[in-house]
């Protein structure tokens, strides 16, 4: 009767034992990384393109593993969005960012902003997320406004009511909404009239090739002059050359993120960015 178990491996090949005994391995390492404190918040600064100044910064999870090092999302986020625990590591980004936004308001006088990624099992999972949210803003002092969650188009794609009142739930109390990946996902526009959304961004495949490919530039014109019209915020991602962030600029998007500003940089690094630019 012992062995049972392991019979049902007979029909795997040992590529395929080896696969599933490392996904077992992983979310039973996942389960302990959160109470074992091996999540790691890495800001990335974004930059007002009129002004230059950094005026807020994702948030962007890592996993410091006592023997892999430091994991990145896409290692980890697919499996913790099976098993469910984005909910709880979700709560946790939000709880640590909000945190530090508190420490960094002291420090700057401008007022600093953070967004957070939010996965729709984060998103559907809890009736609470929203409240649990905002009470933590109150007890904070800190006012919602800082705060931005990223959805995916594909969040949208739900005419599920439940979504919809989830989304006006976070913009009544004042927490702004990104379109993350804009234009990536296989949806129709018309989610732009019916939700309340602050800002779209620009997906980093339509920046690669921006200088060079004239369908890409196209593209991101298109979006930054719908945008507009629509009262939205246009934020592009993975600026990586001065030709993309001229390019971006000219055609009036209001704010970029990427390598050519900074990588997703530790908390204290944010910080001393912060306390440079404030002098
Ligand atoms: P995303 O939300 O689209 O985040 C942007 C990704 O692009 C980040 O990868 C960032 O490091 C990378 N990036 C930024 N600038 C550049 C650039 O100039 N060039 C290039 N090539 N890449 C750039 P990262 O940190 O590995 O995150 C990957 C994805 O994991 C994120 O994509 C997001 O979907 C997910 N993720 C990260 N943190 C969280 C989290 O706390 N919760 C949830 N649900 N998802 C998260
Ligand atoms: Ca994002
Ligand atoms: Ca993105
Ligand atoms: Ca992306």
Not at 109 to 124: A, C, L, T
Not at 241 to 269: H, M, N, V, W
Request: hydrophobic share 45%; with cysteine.
């Amino acid at each position: 009767a012992k062995n049972n178990g392991r019979n049902r491996f007979e029909f795997f090949t040992p590529a395929m034992q080896q696969m599933a005994q490392n996904r077992m391995r992983m979310i039973k390492e996942l389960r302990v990384a959160l109470s074992a404190n091996q999540f790691r918040v890495f800001y990335q600064p974004i930059i007002d393109l009129n002004t230059g100044d950094i005026i807020k910064a994702e948030a962007l999870i890592r996993w410091q593993h006592p023997e892999r090092g430091l994991v990145t999302p896409a290692e980890f986020i697919p499996l913790a969005e099976e098993t469910g625990l984005i909910v709880d590591i979700g709560n946790w980004v939000f709880r640590e960012s909000a945190r530090q936004l508190k420490h960094w308001g002291s420090l700057c006088d401008r007022e600093f902003q953070i967004s957070v990624n939010m996965s729709p099992i984060q998103f559907h999972s809890s009736d609470f997320v929203c409240k649990a949210w905002h009470t933590y803003l109150q007890e904070l002092e800190l006012p919602p406004h800082s705060f931005t969650i990223e959805i995916t188009e594909g969040l949208l794609l739900d005419i599920d009511a439940a979504v919809t009142d989830k989304l006006v739930e976070f913009h009544d109390i004042g927490i702004q909404v990104a379109i993350d990946d804009f234009g990536t996902g296989y949806s129709s526009l018309s989610y732009l009239k019916r939700f309340d959304i602050d800002y779209l961004k620009i997906d980093q495949s339509f920046v690669r090739d921006l200088a060079t490919d004239p369908d890409d530039m196209a593209l991101s014109e298109a979006i930054i002059v719908m945008a507009h019209k629509l009262g939205l915020k246009v934020i592009a991602e993975g600026v990586e050359t001065e030709a993309q962030q001229k390019l971006l600029f000219a055609a009036g998007c209001d704010y970029a993120q990427g390598y050519l500003y900074s990588r997703p940089i530790p908390a204290e690094a944010l910080e001393q960015l912060l306390t440079a630019a404030a002098k």
